[in-house]
Every structure is written in structure tokens, then in C-alpha cells.
């Protein structure tokens, strides 16, 4: 099919992109990388009167560290934050769930903040950005403001941005040196996750003990969710079989999955267990 008519828009700097959006009401659309809403677009299931094109604007790319925490500007491609030496080094999560995003073309079009706004329950980023305890600036006609990940996506494709604002970039705090895995479990390969799993942790290399953890669920409910249950079982222990596995089994705890002709609720309890230890047992070696 074929999109309804829009006005097309292409600032080429943020502050220009922010007056568009004002000017061009509430119906208006920001698009980034394009990867979800041109779909939505052609099956008409949105009409918007303009688009904001964000493409053109050059202070959106790219990462550069900040101190104890490194900045990735929304629009950088998720080829660019899987592969970028800062992300790999202070932001392993990151860097491997990236890998598992979609195919190679969409990793090279598609972007890091434009997954995060789009905000799908089983879209790959939004747990490992609550996870890594990253914090979104966001940029609207009465200036800049952060918001934290975990209060970020609010509902199912609903974020807290308000309709004139933009994601202009994601701060995530350094985890240099923690083991890291993205357990991802799907029908087909480059499809959703039905769920996933996103671990690092701080491990000490002398003992074995884990200091910290951070374990994000991605589709265990209508918005990413911390499983501090099991971060709870994990830290002060060391990493061994019987640790791994008892920790697992709190994952579904405080969570509330869906049922859809991918999995039931409880299939999805299921694996959020199983993929935990797998995701636990991965970044530590096991």
C-alpha cells in the first residue's frame, strides 16, 4: 500500500527539528532510521499530516564518553553501537544484544534511539537500557530534560515522551569490565524476541564472587522489566551452577507476561527461567 499524504520535513539541527515538531501539531511523526514506521505508514494504520526527518542532523550520531558514563546519540545506527570500541568497552550488554537485532541491512538503516521510542514489548534494546540503568535526554520546546530508563517506556509503544519532544541521546553509565549476555529465544532467526534475557555482572576475577548484577526481561510484560530477584540471589555468591540455577528460578517474579499465538503466559514463565540461567551461565563461563 501506500502511505496517506504527509508534509515532509528535514531539519538538519536539533533545535530546528524541535520547532518543526511544534509547528507541525500533535499529529505530526518524528522518523529516524524508518524501520518501524514505514511498515505502519504503508498499511495506513497511522496518518500523520507531516514527518520530521531526522536524518540529517549530525549532533544525533555518534558515541563519546562522559566522564564515568558514555553518551550515544540517538540516531547512531545499531551497526555503529554494536561495533563502536566505547560501547564494547564500557557497555558490553549493549554490544552484544545489538548483534541480534534484526538482519545486517536493518542493523545498517535502523537506529539505537529510534528502537528505544518506538518502544515495543519485544524489541531487544529497551530491557538492556533499563538493565544498564541508562538515562534518555529528551528534548522538546521547554528544554531539556532526563528521564530515566526505567521510567522511560510507560505502556506497550508508549514511552514518556510528550507528542513535541525528541530523544536526542542515551547516557549509560559505565560497566567496564562486567561479563555480559544477551539470551535471546525466537521462532526464526533476525525475528522478536517471544522473550529475552539481558545480564552483566560485575565478577570478581580473584574469587569468583559477583559483586553486582543487572538482569533485564524483554517481553515479559508491557514494558521491560528489572528481575531483582534475581540480582538479589546473585550478589555476594559466587558464580557456580547451584547459584545460577536456584537465582533463575525467581525470574518471572513480578512480571506479567502476555498470550499470543507465539506463547502463552506460562510457556513465556517458563522460558524466563531457562533463559535467565543460559544468559547468567554465558556471562560468567560457567
Do not use: C
Amino acid at each position: 500500500m501506500i502511505p496517506s499524504k504527509f508534509d515532509y520535513l528535514a531539519p538538519t539541527t536539533l533545535a530546528e527539528a524541535v520547532s518543526a515538531l511544534a509547528d507541525a501539531g500533535e499529529d505530526a511523526k518524528v522518523i529516524a532510521g524508518g524501520q518501524s514506521l514505514m511498515p505502519v505508514l504503508r498499511l495506513r494504520l497511522n496518518s500523520p499530516s507531516a514527518l520530521v526527518d531526522l536524518g540529517k542532523i549530525a549532533e544525533l550520531r555518534g558515541v563519546r564518553e562522559d566522564g564515568d558514563a558514555i553518551v550515544v546519540g540517538a540516531m547512531t545506527t545499531h551497526h555503529d553501537v554494536m561495533t563502536d570500541p566505547l560501547v564494547v568497552q564500557h557497555a558490553a550488554l549493549l554490544s552484544d544484544a545489538e548483534q541480534t537485532v534484526a538482519d545486517p541491512q536493518i542493523r545498517h538503516r535502523g537506529t539505537f534511539g529510534g528502537s528505544l521510542a518506538h518502544a515495543d514489548p519485544a524489541g531487544d534494546l529497551s530491557s538492556v537500557a533499563v538493565a544498564l540503568d541508562a538515562t534518555m535526554t529528551v528534548v522538546g520546546p521547554g528544554g531539556q530534560r532526563e528521564v530515566p530508563a526505567a521510567e522511560f517506556f510507560t505502556d506497550i509503544f508508549t514511552t514518556a515522551l510528550e507528542p513535541d519532544e525528541i530523544l536526542a541521546s542515551i547516557r549509560i553509565p559505565k560497566h567496564t569490565g562486567w561479563a555480559a549476555h544477551y539470551e535471546k529465544f525466537h521462532r526464526i532467526a533476525q525475528s522478536w524476541s517471544i522473550i529475552a534475557v539481558a545480564v552483566t555482572l560485575e565478577v570478581d576475577d580473584a574469587g569468583g564472587t559477583i559483586r553486582d548484577a543487572a538482569v533485564g526481561l524483554t517481553n515479559m510484560g508491557a514494558v521491560p522489566i528489572r528481575a531483582r530477584a534475581v540480582e538479589q540471589a546473585l550478589v555476594g555468591q559466587r558464580a557456580d551452577a547451584d547459584v545460577i540455577r536456584a537465582a533463575a528460578e525467581h525470574a518471572a517474579e513480578g512480571t506479567d507476561p502476555m498470550s499470543d499465538p507465539n506463547a502463552d503466559s506460562e510457556y513465556r514463565t517458563h522460558l524466563a527461567k531457562v533463559l535467565t540461567r543460559r544468559a547468567v551461565v554465558a556471562a560468567v563461563g560457567a
